[in-house]
Each structure stands twice: as structure tokens, then as C-alpha cells.
């Protein structure tokens, strides 16, 4: 058997137990997406695929109470390990990438300008600094590493503004949703006739944006004071 082929594992009962699979469509099994004759290119058990080592029936009843390859399989597949593919390896580090400029974008400024970096900027400032990322890693987890790489090529500054919002009685519930959905909503106070007076923490990268959605959603008649950048 070809020594390119992929292997879904699986251990049970003290033994090991293999599958030659399509790595994508297995991972479409999983979530129910594919039927078992897509994700698996050979209707076998082995306990060594790249060897051509079958597992004996006797082996599999004795792990499994069962001998029937779609139960066996159905099994391995979803409690057993998926390598992923090329595709699914590259398309994986994109998403986490992508998931680090947006953080950078969103969590800091350039404290020269105090404004936002482009998200062009950050992709060409983490090319510059060739920097890897582990697709076995969270972005969050990555996100402090990635700053410290990007530092010497792109000033950064983690910045949060503390901003006062005024929002008309009635937009509160539109406002409500953009607030506790950008920043942190830190104390809220009523006027008389209902209007939301609210103070509210938001990442320096969001600022702008988050004073244009509330611009946009109270049809202009947001109020604005800064009370704090640090």
C-alpha cells in the first residue's frame, strides 16, 4: 500500500485500529456532511495500513462486540484521530491569521497617530517579520508572540478609551446590542425621559468604529465624550 495514503487511529481494547481515509471528508463525517463510503477508500480495517495488516475479525469483536466494517468504521471515525490534509492545514493557518490581524487591528493603535493599522499594513508587517503561525495554537494564545515579532516593524500600542455615550430613548435597544457587543459597558444611568447614559471601555482599534455603528444605528443622534485613553 502506497506510503502517501492518510490514516484515521484509533485505540481500543489495548490494540490499534486503521482506516485509509479522505482526511476532508472524514471531517465531514464527523459533522454529518459525508456518508462513510466518502470518507473511507478502502471498506477494510487494518491495524498497520501502510503494511496492508488486516485486523483479524476476532480482534475487532473482541474491541468492538461487533465484526460489521460500518459500525467498526462509523466508530473509528468519529472517536478516532483525523490527521488533516495540505488544503486543511493551509486553510486553517489562514483563518488563524486572519483571526490575528483582525485582533491587532481591533486591540491597538500606532501611538504616534493613535489611530488603527490598516489591515494591509499588519499582513505586510507580519510578512516582513516571517511570522509562523501553529495552527495547534489558538490565535488567542499566539496573539502577545505575534505583537513581540511585529514590535521592531510596527509600533503598537495596546490602547482602551473610556468614552461616555448619550443614546435617545428611542435607540436604546439598537445601542445596547453595538455596546455590549464592541466594548465592555461599565455603568449605565437614565435620564428622566429615558435616554441611556452610559459609560463604556472599548479597544483603541475600535473607537472610530464603534462611535460610527452607534452614529449610524441612532440615525446621528448619538452623543460622544471621551473621558480616557490609556
Not at 114 to 136: G, Q
Not at 140 to 162: G, N
Request: glycine share 6%; aromatic share 6%; charged share 30%.
Amino acid at each position: 500500500m502506497a506510503d502517501h495514503i492518510i490514516v484515521a487511529r484509533y485505540q481500543k481494547g489495548g490494540q490499534k485500529f486503521e482506516l485509509v481515509i479522505d482526511p476532508e471528508k472524514a471531517v465531514l463525517y464527523r459533522q454529518g456532511k459525508a456518508s462513510l463510503g466518502d470518507a473511507v477508500r478502502f471498506p477494510q480495517v487494518y491495524t498497520d495500513a501502510k503494511k496492508g495488516e488486516k485486523a483479524a475479525e476476532s480482534a475487532l469483536k473482541r474491541s468492538f462486540d461487533t465484526d460489521e466494517f460500518e459500525k467498526v468504521a462509523d466508530e473509528i471515525l468519529r472517536k478516532g484521530d483525523i490527521p488533516q490534509s495540505k488544503n486543511q492545514r493551509e486553510a486553517e493557518g489562514a483563518q488563524i491569521r486572519a483571526r490575528l490581524i483582525e485582533m491587532i487591528h481591533r486591540s491597538g493603535v500606532d501611538p504616534k497617530t493613535h489611530a488603527p493599522h490598516p489591515n494591509t499594513r499588519i499582513d505586510a508587517a507580519m510578512n516582513e517579520a516571517k511570522v509562523r503561525i501553529d495552527i495547534n495554537i489558538s490565535a488567542d494564545a499566539q496573539f502577545q508572540d505575534v505583537i513581540k515579532q511585529l514590535r521592531p516593524i510596527l509600533p503598537f500600542k495596546q490602547e482602551i478609551h473610556t468614552l461616555r455615550v448619550m443614546v435617545p430613548v428611542n435607540c436604546v435597544g439598537a445601542a445596547l446590542k453595538i455596546i455590549k457587543g464592541t466594548g465592555r459597558l461599565l455603568k449605565e444611568d437614565w435620564s428622566g425621559n429615558g435616554d441611556l447614559i452610559a459609560t463604556v471601555e472599548v479597544p483603541g482599534g475600535l473607537s472610530v468604529d464603534f462611535q460610527e455603528s452607534l452614529m449610524a444605528a441612532t440615525h446621528g443622534k448619538a452623543a460622544f465624550t471621551v473621558l480616557k485613553q490609556e
